[in-house]
């Protein structure tokens, strides 16, 4: 199965409980497999046709941080 490794910069975090919002947000999404989130910045794993760039950020975005990939 084909898989990509896509790193995001993310705006706009500040605690654990940041971190925990955006695994939560990014996990619901196809074919993501979440490797990494960290305050700034988060890894994510995706397989075949899963979720695409734009779908991983607009999921953090909806949730009120600012991605951008990085």
Known sequence: M?????TFAIAG???GACVRRVTLAIEKLDGVEVV???IGSAEVRVAGAGAGE????DAIERIGFQAARG
Request: glycine share 0%; charged share 25%.
């Open 2 to 6: 084909d898989q990509r490794t896509l």
């Open 13 to 15: 975090m500040h605690c």
């Open 36 to 38: 990494s989130v960290n």
């Open 54 to 57: 734009k779908e991983i950020a």
